[in-house]
């Protein structure tokens, strides 16, 4: 499914989140505190959006891996490293976040946006990031949520469930994926379950900001 929306999906990323979604991104690598030393994991990457944001923020980290089970996600990020003369700075990787190919403590942080509800197993992804950082390595995710806020829930529910999917399947032309994106946000943990999963995972001063009204939080916390 991914494959086949990747020549779309950034526009469609950039387009339907009205471009909070840079901002987003931002937010997650700012939350890392990087010096400029640190080698960064970007899990799920699939086009490498939030891996270039880690390699071009100002201090950056020294080097980025992406990893990402889509061929064709990581074939439009090649195309954009290349394009921005970052293929020194960046590695994109074919792989599983179940199963990550790197050694223990191999990164100061590891980052993933929008991709952990998309994991069939997310407890075995979090076991699998405590082990790639190093102690007190750093953890950002980014990902969507159902807002509580009366009113804001309403019209957000009627965007995702309503006019999302028809212009996701317009632009892209697949029926399927943009139907799967308001299934999965509604089938995924909830924010104080999900922290309670990363504590559990063996990560503490663990935090779930929420940001725009809680349409998506920000997860951070260090590796024991």
Same mark, same amino acid.
């Given at each position: 499914?991914?494959?086949?929306?990747?020549?779309?999906?950034?526009?469609?990323?950039?387009?339907?989140?009205?471009?909070?979604?840079?901002?987003?991104?931002?937010?997650?690598?700012?939350?890392l505190a990087?010096k400029?030393?640190e080698?960064?994991?970007?899990?799920?990457?699939?086009?490498a959006?939030?891996?270039i944001?880690?390699?071009t923020? &100002?201090?950056s980290a020294a080097r980025?891996?992406?990893?990402?089970?889509?061929?064709?996600m990581l074939?439009?990020?090649h195309?954009?490293?290349?394009?921005?003369?970052l293929?020194?700075?960046?590695?994109?990787?074919?792989?599983d976040?179940?199963?990550?190919?790197?050694?223990?403590g191999?990164?100061?942080?590891?980052t993933?946006a929008f991709g952990i509800?998309?994991?069939?197993?997310?407890?075995?992804?979090c076991?699998?990031?405590? &082990?790639?950082?190093?102690p007190?390595?750093?953890?950002?995710?980014?990902?969507?949520a159902v807002p509580t806020?009366?009113?804001?829930?309403?019209?957000?529910?009627?965007?995702?469930?309503?006019?999302l999917p028809?212009?996701g &399947?317009l632009?892209?032309r697949?029926?399927?994926?943009?139907?799967?994106l308001?299934?999965?946000?509604?089938?995924?943990?909830s924010p104080?379950?999900?922290?309670?999963?990363?504590r559990h995972?063996?990560?503490?001063?663990?935090?779930?900001?929420?940001l725009?009204?809680g349409?998506?939080?920000?997860?951070?916390?260090?590796?024991?």
């Open positions: 499914m991914f494959d086949a929306i990747a020549g779309k999906y950034d526009f469609l990323n950039h387009l339907l989140s009205a471009g909070v979604d840079r901002r987003w991104r931002r937010l997650a690598i700012r939350s990087l400029g030393g080698r960064v994991l970007d899990l799920c990457t699939g086009t959006d939030l891996a944001a880690a390699s923020a &100002r201090p980025v891996v992406g990893v990402d089970f889509a061929a064709a074939r439009v990020g195309e954009k490293l290349r394009q921005q003369r293929t020194d700075a960046v590695a994109l990787v074919r792989g976040a179940t199963s990550i190919p790197v050694a223990d191999s990164f100061d942080a590891v993933i509800r998309n994991v069939e197993n997310t407890a075995a992804a076991a699998e990031i405590h &082990r790639v950082l190093r007190d390595g750093r953890l950002a995710i980014l990902e969507f806020m009366p009113g804001v829930r309403t019209a957000y529910l009627w965007y995702f469930n309503q006019v028809r212009i &399947r632009v892209s697949n029926t399927a994926a943009y139907g799967y308001p299934a999965s946000v509604g089938a995924f943990a104080d379950e999900f922290v309670r999963l990363l995972g063996g990560f503490t001063a663990v935090n779930a900001v929420p725009t009204l349409i998506v939080f920000l997860y951070t916390g260090i590796r024991d």
